[in-house]
C-alpha cells in the first residue's frame, strides 16, 4: 500500500474493503494471521496521499463505529485507554474520524455490519453516480441506498450504516482527468450514414436492447432477401452510437460477394481488425494466416481481450453461402471466424 501511495502524483480516491473492528482494520499477515491497523498507523500510512486524496471509502464493518472510549469522551467522562497489544496501550479514535481529522478528505465508512453483496452493490453505485453520472457523494449516496435496501437479503439497518465524515462530504465532486486518450478513429472506415431511413422503429428498438451494457446477448443478426434492407439497418444503428460512450472502437467489414473466393475471408478481416483498431493489443494479422491451430489457440486471447474492451462489429454481407460446409482452407477460414466473431464483442451482423 505505501509503494501504491507513493505512485505519480498520488491518488484522488481511496477504496479499502476488507474486514474492520471498531478504531482498526484488519488485514491479513503472510502467515494468515489477523493484522490489526489501528486508526493512528492507517493515518500515518495515508498521509502521502494528502496533497491529493479528496475521497477514501472503508467498505469495512464498524469504521464509523465510536469506541467506548470516545462515548466516554464525548459524555465528559474519565476517558479509558484502549489496550491494542501488551505493552501498547493509548486512545483510538474511530477509523473515520482520524483519517478526517488527518487527511482533511471526504470518508465515508460503516458504522455497523456490512454484507459483502450490500458492499459490493454500494460501491458500484457510488462510483457510477459520481463518476460516469457527475452527482456529488452525498447525493450519490442518497439516490444509491434506497434500492439496495429493498433487496430482500438486507437488513433494516442497512440504511444507517454508510455514513460520511468530513466537511467536504457533502459538496465532493469528482471531475475524471482528461489526460491523453488513446486514439479513437469511431465509424471511419463505414460506410457513410444513410441519407433517409424510414421505418424498423420497432427492429431497431429491438437491436439497442440487445446491445445495452448489461444485455446477455452478444450479437445482432439482419436476415432477410436481398434488398431488404438489412445493411441499411446496421448502418443505421451503428451510427447511433458514434458520439454515445458505449463503444470504445467500431470494425467494419464486408465479406466477398456471391461468386467471389472466400478462402481468405478470415485474413481479410484479421487485416481490417488491425487497422480500424488503433493499435491493437491482439494483432490479428499475424496469427490469422497461421495454420488453424495457432489461430484456435489465440482465440482465447481474443475472447479475453473482447471481454474487457467494448467493440462494435459489423459483419456484413454474410449470407447462407458464408455458412455452408466448404472444404479445406475455406472451411478453416469460416469456421475460425464464426467463432472468433461469437465469443468476443457485442456487435451487429
Same mark, same amino acid.
Given at each position: 500500500m505505501r509503494e501504491i501511495l507513493e505512485d505519480g502524483e498520488g491518488w484522488d480516491i481511496v477504496h479499502f474493503s476488507g474486514h474492520g473492528l471498531a478504531a482498526h482494520l484488519v488485514l491479513e499477515k503472510s502467515d494468515g494471521t489477523l493484522d490489526l491497523v489501528p486508526s493512528d498507523e492507517l493515518t500515518k500510512l495515508l498521509r502521502p496521499a494528502r496533497g491529493r486524496l479528496k475521497w477514501v471509502t472503508l467498505s469495512a464493518c464498524f469504521s464509523a463505529a465510536a469506541t467506548i472510549e470516545e462515548t466516554r469522551r464525548w459524555l465528559g467522562l474519565e476517558p479509558h485507554r484502549t489496550t491494542i497489544a501488551a505493552g501498547d496501550a493509548r486512545e483510538l479514535e474511530t477509523v473515520a474520524r482520524?483519517?478526517?481529522?488527518?487527511?482533511?478528505?471526504?470518508?465515508?465508512?460503516?458504522?455497523?455490519?456490512?454484507?459483502?453483496?450490500?458492499?459490493?452493490?454500494?460501491?458500484?453505485?457510488?462510483? /457510477?453516480?459520481?463518476?460516469?453520472?457527475?452527482?456529488? $457523494?452525498?447525493?450519490?449516496?442518497?439516490?444509491? $441506498?434506497?434500492?439496495?435496501?429493498?433487496?430482500?437479503?438486507?437488513?433494516?439497518?442497512?440504511?444507517?450504516?454508510?455514513?460520511?465524515?468530513?466537511?467536504?462530504?457533502?459538496?465532493?465532486?469528482?471531475? $475524471?482527468?482528461?489526460?491523453?486518450?488513446?486514439?479513437?478513429?469511431? #465509424?471511419? *472506415?463505414?460506410?457513410?450514414?444513410?441519407?433517409?431511413?424510414?421505418?424498423?422503429?420497432? #427492429?431497431?428498438?429491438?437491436?439497442?436492447?440487445?446491445?445495452?451494457?448489461?444485455?446477455? &446477448?452478444?450479437?445482432?443478426?439482419? *436476415?432477410?432477401?436481398?434488398?431488404?434492407?438489412?445493411?441499411?439497418?446496421?448502418?443505421?444503428?451503428? +451510427?447511433?452510437? /458514434?458520439?454515445?460512450?458505449?463503444?470504445? &472502437?467500431?470494425? +467494419?467489414?464486408?465479406?466477398?460477394?456471391?461468386? *467471389?473466393?472466400?478462402?481468405?475471408? $478470415?485474413?481479410n478481416f484479421a487485416s481490417q481488425w488491425d487497422i480500424q483498431l488503433p493499435q491493437p493489443d491482439l494483432p490479428l494479422l499475424a496469427i490469422a494466416g497461421e495454420d488453424e491451430a495457432t489461430f484456435t489457440a489465440n482465440l482465447p486471447r481474443l475472447t479475453r481481450l473482447l471481454a474487457q474492451r467494448s467493440v462494435l462489429i459489423v459483419l456484413d454481407n454474410v449470407e447462407r453461402r458464408f455458412a455452408r460446409t466448404a472444404t479445406g482452407g475455406m472451411r478453416a477460414g469460416r469456421s475460425s471466424l464464426r467463432h472468433c466473431w461469437l465469443t468476443g464483442a457485442r456487435a451487429a451482423w
Open positions: 482520524a483519517l478526517v481529522q488527518s487527511l482533511d478528505c471526504a470518508v465515508l465508512a460503516m458504522r455497523y455490519p456490512v454484507g459483502d453483496q450490500f458492499a459490493i452493490d454500494l460501491g458500484r453505485d457510488l462510483f /457510477e453516480g459520481v463518476l460516469e453520472k457527475k452527482q456529488s $457523494l452525498a447525493r450519490a449516496l442518497q439516490v444509491a $441506498l434506497p434500492g439496495l435496501v429493498e433487496k430482500p437479503d438486507v437488513a433494516a439497518i442497512a440504511v444507517a450504516t454508510p455514513t460520511l465524515f468530513g466537511r467536504y462530504s457533502a459538496d465532493l465532486e469528482v471531475t $475524471l482527468p482528461k489526460g491523453e486518450s488513446p486514439l479513437r478513429l469511431g #465509424l471511419a *472506415h463505414f460506410p457513410p450514414e444513410p441519407e433517409r431511413f424510414v421505418g424498423r422503429v420497432g #427492429l431497431l428498438t429491438r437491436a439497442r436492447q440487445a446491445i445495452a451494457p448489461d444485455s446477455p &446477448h452478444t450479437g445482432i443478426l439482419f *436476415h432477410g432477401m436481398s434488398g431488404g434492407g438489412k445493411t441499411a439497418c446496421a448502418l443505421e444503428l451503428a +451510427w447511433q452510437y /458514434e458520439d454515445i460512450d458505449r463503444f470504445q &472502437h467500431f470494425v +467494419w467489414f464486408q465479406a466477398p460477394p456471391e461468386g *467471389h473466393d472466400i478462402s481468405v475471408a $478470415l485474413v
